[in-house]
């Protein structure tokens, strides 16, 4: 076999180009992850909602470390540079292993105290009718996505002045507005039978879980990007030193 034909080979059966795509797709994600949290923090900003100041700026140093480290790892894999992988694979290292323990370590703690803050944010809201302007948005749109009404007794919660978020137009999910809740109401006034408090509670525990996972998920996928890095660090020094024995003129097949 040719020389030119020995490197051909060794390089189609490197790791470069699965690990080039595989960060070409972390990029992507960084990127997509990155515009999202601009947006989310542009509509904070608009609507004056407060959030701590050091949760964004964290949530903005890890997308654009993310996004750097897998720009560092394409470079290094493209030109042969150990130097640009073994700075790869020290922030993926520091990355999966802090984002894995944090997950695994802080899940429940974390869980349960965001479920309960929830929770008590909209009991502290009762009761409806004497609640804030703010306090009132944020429910007319709990009641419109999740499709209820009221917090625990339904409608009820809202004494004489139910609002329109409550109607009701599906069958099933329905019940017809009684007592003195019908006073000023249109005759025959449909309103959603279930009260929020359980729907909205269920649906943060599943965003929360759902929250977790991708951030295990995201651990598990630097991890294998890490050894990627290290295995393609040791075959570019093998070829390095296979290309520098091939030009010493003192290369035997099937010696290396």
């Given amino acids: 076999m040719h020389r030119s034909a020995v490197v051909v080979v060794a390089d189609k059966m490197s790791l470069k180009r699965p690990f080039i795509f595989a960060n070409a797709v972390h990029m992507a994600l960084c990127f997509f992850m990155l515009t999202m949290t601009v947006a989310w ?6 609507t004056g909602k407060l959030v701590s100041n050091v949760s964004v700026v964290i949530m903005y140093v890890v997308e654009i470390g993310c996004l750097l480290l897998s720009v560092l790892g394409v470079v290094g894999a493209c ?5 640009c992988l073994i700075l790869y694979a020290t922030g993926m290292a520091a990355a999966s292993q802090t984002i894995i323990v944090r997950t695994a370590l802080s899940y429940q703690g974390v869980y349960e105290k965001r479920v309960a803050r929830e929770e008590s944010k909209l009991l502290s809201m009762m ?10 948005t944020l429910l007319y749109s709990i009641q419109q ?5 009221g917090l625990i007794e339904g409608y009820k919660d809202w004494g004489s002045s139910i609002p329109a978020s409550c109607n009701c137009h599906y069958p099933g999910k329905c019940i017809r507005l009684r007592g003195s809740a019908t ?5 025959n006034q449909y309103v959603y039978q279930e ?3 359980a729907i909205y509670v269920s649906e943060l525990k599943l965003a929360f879980s759902l929250g977790m996972a991708v951030q295990f998920g995201s651990g598990v996928f630097w991890l294998v990007l890490l050894v990627m890095s290290i295995k393609l660090m040791g075959q570019i020094k093998r070829k390095q030193e296979f290309m ?3 030009q010493s003129n003192r290369y035997v097949p099937g010696a290396f």
């Fill in 41 to 46: 923090h542009r509509d904070l900003i608009q």
């Fill in 79 to 83: 030109t042969g540079k150990r130097w």
């Fill in 127 to 136: 009761p409806l009718g004497g609640t804030s302007k703010a306090n009132r």
């Fill in 145 to 149: 996505e999740f499709e209820c009404c």
């Fill in 183 to 187: 006073l000023g109401a249109p005759k």
């Fill in 195 to 197: 009260p929020c408090l």
């Fill in 244 to 246: 520098a024995l091939l």
